[in-house]
């Protein structure tokens, strides 16, 4: 033996999957049909964040690129938050699409007057952490557990609403993660990108949780500053996306998420292209449910979850697993 290979076979603690859910395959699942016989459930996700000039550094992970405190990303940034969010939330309003907002929820004390914009519109808010600045890796249990305490507490001081998803910031979840969301009574996780229906998720403890179908593919920012997609190109992109899901609702029900960044979709060049996927969509009412995550997370909850577990269950005994 090599001692290359000897090093490759004795990795320790090496899993087959992530253990946070079972595979399932998308074909003969349980039907799924969304309130009033839709095929879709259709919901957009403006990230309204807060990134710091000057974060405290982790270990694991830089917030900035460069050297820092770095003002060119931080402005960058700031577009959002002083010109994006307003120009977005106007073109939303036309359409009549409401928010599911993954916020920063520092936001609440460094930009209230866009929590209460939102707020008065009837958005829904879920957690992507304090700031998109400051990563939950390398966390011990106690620091993660005062992040969503500071998010249930500081959100619903500020809007009255008690949330129930979260995202986590910059998409630094832990394994631990999914099982203390249960424990704080959340309903979805959005980290997971694993399929384009809800799906149970293994808690540990017995209560309910489910992955919200989210999408990286469909992200804003892939689709300009990993993609370098033009805003036309992007808005057929998401066309593709919608057309496929609602046919393939059909069968059984899908749901599509647009996740954006104020700071990106909302530039001046870019709103427009995005208007036309808000009308593509809201001409399709009678087949699309044009809602929140967390109304769809209630909806599968009382009537599709059980269904879904046992299916699951009995997939998993038919093939012998435990």
Same mark, same amino acid.
């Given at each position: 033996?090599?001692?290359?290979?000897?090093?490759?076979?004795?990795?320790?603690?090496?899993?087959?999957?992530?253990?946070?859910?079972?595979?399932?395959?998308?074909?003969?699942?349980?039907?799924?049909?969304?309130?009033?016989?839709?095929?879709?459930?259709?919901?957009?996700?403006?990230?309204?964040?807060?990134?710091?000039?000057?974060?405290?550094?982790?270990?694991?992970? =830089?917030?900035?690129?460069?050297?820092?405190?770095?003002? !060119? #990303? %931080? &402005?960058?940034?700031?577009?959002?938050?002083?010109?994006? $969010?307003?120009?977005?939330?106007?073109?939303?309003?036309?359409?009549?699409?409401?928010?599911?907002?993954?916020?920063?929820?520092?936001?609440?004390?460094?930009?209230?007057?866009?929590?209460?914009?939102?707020?008065?519109?009837?958005?829904?808010?879920?957690?992507?952490?304090?700031?998109?600045?400051?990563?939950?890796?390398?966390?011990?249990?106690?620091?993660?557990?005062?992040?969503?305490?500071?998010?249930?507490?500081?959100?619903?001081?500020?809007?009255?609403?008690?949330?129930?998803?979260?995202?986590?910031?910059?998409?630094?979840?832990?394994?631990?993660?999914?099982?203390?969301?249960?424990?704080?009574?959340?309903?979805?996780?959005?980290?997971?990108?694993?399929?384009?229906?809800?799906?149970?998720? =293994?808690?540990?403890?017995?209560?309910?949780?489910?992955? !919200? #179908? %989210? &999408?990286?593919?469909?992200?804003?920012?892939?689709?300009? $500053?990993?993609?370098?997609?033009?805003?036309?190109?992007?808005?057929?992109?998401?066309?593709?996306?919608?057309?496929?899901?609602?046919?393939?609702?059909?069968?059984?029900?899908?749901?599509?998420?647009?996740?954006?960044?104020?700071?990106?979709?909302?530039?001046?060049?870019?709103?427009?292209?995005?208007?036309?996927?808000?009308?593509?969509?809201?001409?399709?009412?009678?087949?699309?449910?044009?809602?929140?995550?967390?109304?769809?997370?209630?909806?599968?909850?009382?009537?599709?979850?059980?269904?879904?577990?046992?299916?699951?269950?009995?997939?998993?005994?038919?093939?012998?697993?435990?």
């Amino acid at each position: 033996m090599t001692r290359e290979h000897a090093k490759q076979t004795t990795k320790p603690n090496t899993k087959e999957d992530t253990g946070l859910y079972d595979y399932w395959p998308y074909k003969d699942r349980p039907k799924i049909v969304w309130p009033g016989g839709r095929k879709l459930a259709f919901w957009v996700a403006p990230n309204i964040e807060f990134y710091e000039l000057n974060p405290p550094e982790n270990p694991f992970r =830089k917030s900035w690129s460069r050297p820092y405190p770095d003002i !060119m #990303p %931080y &402005s960058y940034r700031d577009h959002g938050n002083r010109v994006g $969010n307003w120009r977005l939330m106007e073109a939303m309003d036309d359409y009549g699409v409401r928010g599911s907002i993954s916020l920063s929820v520092a936001m609440c004390q460094h930009h209230p007057e866009i929590i209460d914009a939102c707020r008065v519109r009837n958005w829904e808010f879920f957690s992507h952490g304090i700031y998109n600045t400051r990563y939950v890796y390398g966390m011990d249990e106690a620091q993660e557990r005062a992040v969503l305490e500071d998010s249930i507490r500081t959100v619903q001081q500020a809007t009255g609403q008690r949330i129930r998803g979260y995202l986590a910031p910059a998409l630094t979840h832990t394994e631990r993660t999914i099982r203390l969301l249960s424990e704080y009574d959340f309903y979805y996780s959005c980290d997971l990108f694993q399929d384009d229906q809800p799906q149970p998720l =293994k808690t540990g403890n017995g209560k309910k949780l489910i992955s !919200m #179908p %989210y &999408s990286l593919e469909v992200n804003d920012h892939y689709a300009f $500053n990993v993609y370098g997609q033009s805003p036309m190109e992007y808005t057929d992109l998401l066309k593709r996306q919608f057309d496929t899901l609602l046919a393939e609702g059909e069968q059984s029900g899908t749901v599509m998420c647009i996740p954006i960044h104020a700071y990106l979709i909302g530039r001046a060049h870019r709103i427009d292209p995005f208007r036309e996927i808000l009308r593509y969509a809201t001409d399709h009412r009678d087949d699309v449910w044009v809602t929140t995550a967390v109304e769809i997370a209630e909806y599968y909850l009382e009537h599709y979850y059980d269904d879904a577990l046992a299916h699951i269950r009995a997939r998993k005994h038919g093939r012998g697993s435990s």
